[in-house]
């Protein structure tokens, strides 16, 4: 690209540094006003110097229009349109070989005390025997790392080779002991060599910041010459719970704080000529990790770098909520074809999380071996680094309508749920289910009320008992869809009609009585003449209806080519994300799939709810996975958010047991974030992403945060959720549990 004017070789009073990141530096994100502009390549950008020895220059841009967000115009995945794993170099983990030539790897983490040999290498065999490619060990102190010895000996013995991996938190001496038995060493550049993080702001001369990259390259080099020597493999595994004081003051608590302080132990690898490692950006929030990786491939792109990926959302719970968090963001990158190995963290025992790490592996590694996608198309609307939701327009009430439409789709995301006529037999239990506003109790059972459902079939007009049903939930204007079939022979008044873009074209749906609200079901793989259509009609919203068993078209690139096309034509219809699941598909795999194929679009603002479709799965399941797939996205807050560690030799006390000692008396509680963590080594730091935190301090002690900030120390556990409870309440944000009756 030619420049138009000449760029200077310093900017006079540009806040920034060469950082072969074309980062500039700030206390937040990097601001359009904090840079100079400069003309280039005919239009205005800003520029700032880049190490890359293809160019001088890194061109940067805003994320989205107005955004004060600037980022690389380099892209971040292989391909947006197709399911293309980008290309990395291959790094051995003893025998595990990890890259995108290879299947992608699985593991987990013991959470046995690593000083019990016994009960460590017990837990290992048993990890190895459901199917983990590794096994991440902690490794606090002296005594475990001379356990590591015993241990990786023990396993030998017993003929299990599986790569173990030591996972170092503030003892840059411990990784050096450890590496001489460990296949891999886990480092956090939030606290390798930086202090322990007060959450202080601090202030920085360009002189201090240089002496403190220089004091972490002296603490961190001779571990990279022990891993070049003994042929081990690293992970530089960044976590936003830990950034440093550094960092933070430097960089803002941001995804690009978290990309910065990975790369500056990277460039210290690579000036030693070490190249056997992996990057990881985790953190609690699917919607943060998704930036951060995002942020960190693209800035890769720009150097040329090829290092492999580890995928995970940290602290993401137990259960259903944690297997969506998961699939939503590894799902979400993993569609994108970026991760090379992956684990599923959940506050449960560790072989538990193998299954469910292998289901979401299987599904990522299938996209890209079937390539799965669309035909190319241009990408100009979407936001690849920085969450801005695209809102559909809401049903508006016309005049002379009898039915409020206005309840049919929720501001906040919807929930629409298909019903069956057997289920309209029984409508008492229907109501409950839905959590109509039929019910009577507390306020906060509004926001988990389903918004729409669907009918694939109408009871016929003189089913008295099933059309009163109906009605009445049309009266507390839940909206009904059927079929334009069954709304021409048996028509419900108020109902909307389900068409297809072909009965569209054909004008079947003029059949229908005027002012028929109509819901238009489409692929979005469809030709743009065919697609023309939706300009010369007023949809009240479209379902997005790919089936999950397609093979070759990729859901997530086919929405995101329709929305492409919405966008370029100034169609504002709300839109939800239809997957319709077989028969007989395992629990796991439905959460997992609708978390991948959904949260993938959810998290770039992409879509306005979700209908879930299984036919033999329990209804309450089915609208319990809808709304987590909403609330672990951050659109509707339905419940109690939780952030709970999976439990590691670190941990203080029972994370499974409190953890559903806690649940069971905060669950009702939406809007309200508790974090619940073993240690203090990511505790305080999540806190970030939580109102309230449950933290062990001390062996049977528990501190009491207030975001970041501990507000009680020392409280015995016997007496600690009593005493998060009554913290709570001292905040004005408890309301006593609804009765029963």
Request: glycine share 8%; charged share 25%; net charge negative.
């Amino acid at each position: 690209m030619a420049a138009t004017g000449a760029i200077p070789a310093s900017f006079p009073g540009l806040k920034t540094r060469d950082t072969g990141l074309g980062f500039t530096k700030s206390v937040d994100f990097v601001r359009v006003s904090d840079s100079r502009k400069y003309k280039y390549g005919g239009r205005r950008v800003s520029v700032i110097r880049n190490s890359t020895p293809s160019s001088d220059v890194a061109e940067r841009q805003p994320a989205s229009d107005g955004s004060p967000l600037l980022v690389p115009r380099q892209k971040y995945c292989e391909s947006i349109h197709t399911t293309v794993r980008r290309k990395t170099r291959t790094v051995m983990v003893g025998n595990v070989a990890i890259g995108s030539e290879h299947p992608i790897k699985i593991q987990t983490m013991t959470t046995t005390d690593t000083k019990d040999v016994a009960g460590t290498v017990e837990q290992v065999m048993k990890i190895a025997d459901r199917g983990a490619d590794l096994v991440r060990i902690t490794v606090q102190g002296k005594k475990e790392a001379d356990a590591c010895f015993e241990i990786k000996n023990s396993l030998v013995q017993k003929n299990y080779n599986i790569p173990l991996v030591a996972d170092i938190h503030f003892a840059p001496a411990i990784a050096l002991r450890v590496a001489e038995c460990f296949d891999k060493i886990r480092v956090n550049p939030g606290n390798f060599a930086d202090r322990r993080a007060q959450f202080e702001k601090l202030e920085y001369t360009e002189d201090d910041y240089q002496k403190e990259l220089e004091h972490i390259e002296q603490v961190f080099s001779p571990l990279v010459e022990k891993c070049k020597k003994y042929g081990r493999a690293m992970r530089i595994g960044t976590n936003h719970g830990s950034l440093s004081d550094r960092i933070m003051s430097y960089y803002g608590d941001s995804p690009r704080g978290m990309v910065e302080s990975a790369f500056e132990f990277a460039r210290i690898c690579q000036k030693l000529d070490f190249h056997n490692f992996v990057f990881s950006m985790k953190a609690s929030n699917p919607v943060v990790m998704v930036s951060a990786y995002r942020l960190l491939v693209s800035e890769m792109y720009v150097q040329g770098w090829d290092y492999p990926l580890h995928l995970g959302v940290t602290e993401a719970g137990e259960g259903e909520d944690g297997r969506m968090k998961s699939a939503i963001g590894i799902g979400t990158l993993l569609q994108d074809g970026l991760g090379d190995t992956i684990r599923v963290s959940l506050t449960e025992p560790p072989e538990e999380e193998i299954d469910p790490c292998r289901r979401l592996a299987n599904l990522g590694m299938r996209a890209a071996d079937s390539r799965q996608g669309v035909a190319p198309f241009e990408e100009k609307h979407r936001h690849y680094f920085d969450f801005q939701r695209r809102s559909g327009q809401l049903p508006m009430q016309k005049e002379g309508e009898e039915v409020d439409y206005r309840g049919v789709l929720h501001r906040d995301g919807s929930v629409l749920m298909p019903v069956s006529l057997d289920q309209l037999k029984a409508p008492e239990l229907l109501y409950k289910s839905l959590a109509t506003k039929l019910l009577v109790g507390m306020p906060f059972k509004d926001l988990a009320t389903v918004d729409t459902i669907l009918l694939r079939e109408l009871p016929p007009v003189d089913d008295n008992d099933a059309r009163l049903a109906l009605k009445r939930l049309v009266d507390v204007s839940m909206g009904v869809i059927t079929p334009l079939s069954e709304q021409l022979t048996k028509p419900l008044p108020n109902a909307m009609a389900l068409v297809n873009l072909k009965e569209l074209s054909t004008g079947a749906y003029k059949l229908l009585p005027e002012g028929t609200r109509l819901v238009v079901s489409l692929r979005g793989d469809e030709s743009y003449k065919e697609l023309e259509i939706l300009k010369d009609i007023d949809a009240t919203m479209l379902l997005h209806d790919i089936p999950f068993t397609e093979d070759k078209v990729g859901r997530v690139q086919a929405a995101r080519r329709l929305f492409e096309y919405l966008a370029d034509n100034d169609l504002n219809f709300p839109v939800i994300h239809h997957i319709q699941f077989p028969n007989g598909i395992h629990r796991d795999d439905l959460v997992i799939g609708a978390g991948t194929n959904a949260g993938a679009l959810l998290v770039d603002g992409l879509g306005d709810g979700v209908l879930l479709e299984a036919p033999d799965q329990d209804f309450d399941f089915l609208r319990n996975t809808s709304f987590n797939l909403l609330q672990g996205c951050r659109m509707r807050n339905t419940k109690t958010e939780y952030v709970s560690c999976p439990s590691c030799g670190r941990t203080l006390f029972d994370l499974q047991e409190i953890s559903a000692q806690i649940r069971e008396k905060t669950l009702h509680l939406p809007g309200v974030s508790i974090a619940i963590m073993g240690c203090i080594v990511n505790g305080p730091g999540e806190m970030a992403d939580a109102d309230f935190g449950y933290v062990g301090g001390a062996p049977g002690k528990i501190d009491l945060y207030v975001g970041k900030t501990v507000v009680k120390r020392g409280i015995a556990m016997e007496h600690a959720t009593d005493a998060l409870i009554q913290l709570i309440k001292d905040h004005g944000r408890w309301v006593d549990p609804p009765s029963e009756e």
